[in-house]
């Protein structure tokens, strides 16, 4: 789903991360780096989803997506069977066009 979404294909940041995508950012304090535009890891507990516009705003998506938990930039899914698949798409879709406007390719 995050590839057709992206349109980029999957690739690894660090061991864990599968990351869809890339973009560069910078920081006040002048620290750059690169990372992926839209990712998620597999943890043995649960998958997490790195949303880096985090989830304000979300409420109402949120409210339909089903069993989950947030952290600051990340969203913890058990298993995808506890999810609306259709709500998790449109929340990274919507995760993709913030990145766009904010970093744009």
Known sequence: MMERLSGHPPAMWGPT???FGRYK???DS???GEMARIGFSPRAKELVFYLINGLSGQQTLLGRLGKY???KCCL???SLDLVDRGVLKQLIADEL???REKYPE
């Open 17 to 19: 991360i599968i990351g």
């Open 25 to 27: 950012y910078r920081y």
């Open 30 to 32: 002048g620290h750059k």
């Open 69 to 71: 938990r947030t952290g």
């Open 76 to 78: 913890y899914i058990k």
């Open 97 to 99: 066009a913030y990145m």
